[in-house]
């Protein structure tokens, strides 16, 4: 099942047990053994491999100024990195402005509403492009949708999101 209409979100696993503590211990304590496990297991999953076979570009989703100004590590940022080295593909970073545009809504009651298009200025970096757009966590998946919507209306021809784990929603598992 897809979190939404619009493209394909695909979860390597459920936000619980080990995988909760190592992301909370990457996240919050930045202890450098669970955010190295993490990045060894997210690009070297078969999965992770097959999908980059199918982008020519790879981003990662916005994550909230106001954790990482908190001491918050920024885990999805250092996925895209980590794959783009290893599988060799492009890493195009995300206009300023997606950072400012919507608030994260993880724990949130969410309404339903129609997605407008942002009002950012054009960047000629995603336009033609199939992107992989990764993110450490999806929990209601409006982040993902949101940054997909706006992929696009940037030129993107296709994204595919990919995730470390998953939790309240349902997406594709490997």
């Known amino acids: 099942m897809v979190v939404n209409r619009d493209y394909e ?14 992301i909370l211990h990457a996240k919050i304590s930045n202890r450098i053994c669970a955010v190295s496990g993490l990045t060894e297991l997210i690009v070297g999953d078969p999965l992770t491999i097959k999908l980059a076979q199918k982008v020519n570009a790879i981003t ?30 492009p890493r195009i970073p995300l206009p300023l402005e ?3 545009m919507h608030k994260k809504r993880a724990g949130q009651n969410q309404k339903k509403e129609i997605l407008e298009p942002s009002k950012q200025r054009h960047s000629r970096e995603f336009e033609g492009k199939c992107i992989l757009l990764i993110d450490d966590i999806i929990t209601t998946g409006w982040t993902m ?8 209306n940037l030129g993107a021809i296709e994204t595919i999101g990919l995730t470390l784990a998953h939790a ?7």
């Open 60 to 89: 990662s989703a916005p994550s909230s100024l106001w954790g990482r100004m908190r001491g918050r590590f920024d885990l999805a940022e250092l996925f895209a990195i980590s794959i783009s080295k290893a599988l060799q593909i």
């Open 98 to 100: 997606f950072y400012f």
């Open 9 to 22: 979100i695909w979860s390597l696993f459920e936000y619980r047990g080990l995988i909760r503590e190592t």
């Open 145 to 152: 949708s949101r940054t997909g919507l706006n992929l696009r």
């Open 168 to 174: 309240g929603v349902e997406v594709l598992k490997n």
